[in-house]
């Protein structure tokens, strides 16, 4: 009795999961694939006609170049994003032991407000006539100033504003693992500071700079209300256009073609950093090894 | 094998899940359905409904045409017994054979109508939509902000270097388009490639000037000074206007397009006596002139218009238009498979740098 209630014990706790993720997840994004194999209506909805068009239509210049384009503006976010990210976690896992929870908790807190409302809030800040133009005109600047909003360094702050939470967090765990003695040895056997960030700190860090990275990019590559808010429509990204085919052009097929097409994508990119951070955790007692023996 | 068990439960449960999901997203039959935009009705029409004819009506909202057009055809209408659309969209239902045939005999307020509203290119006689609300597509300006007041959609799309960065347009295709194809002579409507060429090439270069795309604050814009001219709708303007009285409306002179909300009976509804009902109710001259007062945009409706007090008018040019006037524009028309090109030339105007 004991030894069967275990096996089903785990699977009835897992079913509400599982449940939850056939129903929302696995059924729409089938629903969505198949969708992507059939004609537009001349009015809009679906003609169950087999085609492959849209998926042609991806690879288009047009789209084809709004995929890059996207994917410039997520990379730029996310090397941003890595940079800051990183400098905070490093400072967080430095500070003293008691303060580093409270830290971590001031980084997440943003989440704890609606997403919209943070962006909106960016809107309110960068607008000609915001927070900052008045702060200028307060110290007595008069001249005309430059919107800063709607334009791509806003999409860009916006993104980077978004998910830098998750670059903290992601390479904090692993700085905070990280075995002190070994800068230590590095430091005696005559490193530098640079040297012992470079060969020590970094390289077994990666992973968790790697794992943010990911995260990162994927959010901002199919982000669309970021660049609708702080772009002002004027920068369209991938999932801008995504939504454009659902919501305005009534193009179903081809919006499920390239919502298909930047799931790819995203999957693909969260396999490899899998694949490596798998790789890493392999190598990672050998490599200590050798860090420490300089 | 108790694994194997417990999976194909949990997929029939998810499968369930969803089946139910499916049913609580259609409306319950019981009642008359309408949908509408958000705001686009007096808030208590539910309660002066059942008062006025003892039906009970349930509202509910959509936020743009395309959102209740993808729902209408997904259902192939059920659910809806009156939805509130855009005269294109309205066009669509008809040929998709979802609209409901009006009953004239069941709505006798159809008279209150200007003999125009009821002759309009898109559905003449009213067959199958009745007109609601109606008005142009112009520029809405800050007279203390610019140099000279703006004539023509090039001050908008070929600003003077004052206003560049200033200017907003809107987001819609149809509307974005409609300034450039209107710009250069073209009708509302226009299809052909080489003109579509053109007035691609200028809303590009059109673009590098905006300030933004914007369909919902643009008129906020224009209050707060971000913005001193933009691309609007007449009754939007009015909301500027009403917050600062420098703010004003004109039609360039190359014209504009004839809008028009309608509403549509669905031909899947099974409250049909009931939805006419509602409808004649909405025609009913004080029912109607509530939207001018409230929405400030015209209504095709003869005794409301002419019910509106006359500093209203004053305060709000634009509603004073003749209606021999606004009826000169040409109507947005459903462009059927054309539509597909519209959708690459907007994309390609919002991804060019």
Known sequence: ?294 | MTEFTFSRRALAAAALGTAMLAVAGTASAANLVVSNWEGYMAPDIVDTFKAATGVQAEVVVHATNEEIMGKLIASGGKGYDIVFVSSPFAEVLHNLGLAETIDHAKVPNLANLYPEAAALPHDPGNTFSVPYTWGTTGLCYRSDLVKEAPTSWKALLEPADAVKGKTTMLATDRWLLAAGQLALGYSVNETDATKMGQVKDLLISAKRTLLAYDDTTFYSKLVSGEAVLVQAWDGWCNYGIAENPDIKYIIPSEGSDLWLDTMVVMKASENKDAAFQFINFMLDAKNHAWAAENILYKVPNKPAMESLPAEMMQQYPNMAMPVADLVKYEQLRDVGEAQRDYSRIVSEIKAAQ
């Open chain 1, 1 to 294: 009795m004991a030894v069967r209630l275990v096996p089903s014990r785990s699977t009835v706790l897992m079913a509400p999961a599982l449940a939850w993720l056939t129903a929302l997840m696995v059924v729409p994004c089938v629903l969505v694939l198949a969708l992507a194999f059939f004609r537009r209506g001349i009015y809009g909805g679906v003609d169950y006609t087999f085609t492959l068009e849209n998926f042609a239509a991806v690879v288009d210049p047009l789209y084809a170049g709004i995929f890059l384009n996207s994917a410039r503006i997520a990379g730029l976010a996310t090397l941003i994003a890595v940079v800051v990210g990183y400098a905070a976690a490093y400072a967080i896992a430095a500070a003293p032991r008691h303060r580093q929870p409270l830290y971590l908790f001031l980084a997440v807190l943003p989440f704890w407000s609606n997403y919209l409302i943070r962006t909106y809030a960016w809107i309110v800040l960068l607008n000609r006539e915001g927070l900052l133009t008045q702060l200028l005109r307060w110290v007595g600047y008069t001249g005309e100033l430059p919107s800063l909003l709607y334009t791509e360094g806003a999409v860009i702050a916006g993104l980077v504003y978004n998910y830098l939470p998750f670059v903290v967090l992601a390479c904090y765990a692993p700085l905070a693992r990280l075995n002190p003695e070994l800068r230590e040895a590095s430091r005696d056997l005559g490193g530098s500071a640079f040297t012992t960030f470079r060969r020590i700190t970094l390289p077994l860090t990666l992973p968790g700079v790697a794992a943010g990275a990911v995260f990162v990019f994927v959010l901002s590559i199919g982000n669309f209300v970021t660049p609708a808010l702080l772009g002002g429509g004027r920068f369209q990204m991938i999932g801008n256009l995504v939504y454009d085919q659902f919501l305005a052009a009534n193009d179903w097929p081809f919006g499920a073609a390239l919502a298909m097409a930047l799931i790819a994508i995203m999957m693909l990119l969260l396999m490899l950093q899998a694949f490596a951070a798998t790789r890493a955790e392999g190598r990672q007692s050998p490599d200590r090894g050798e860090a420490a023996h300089g």
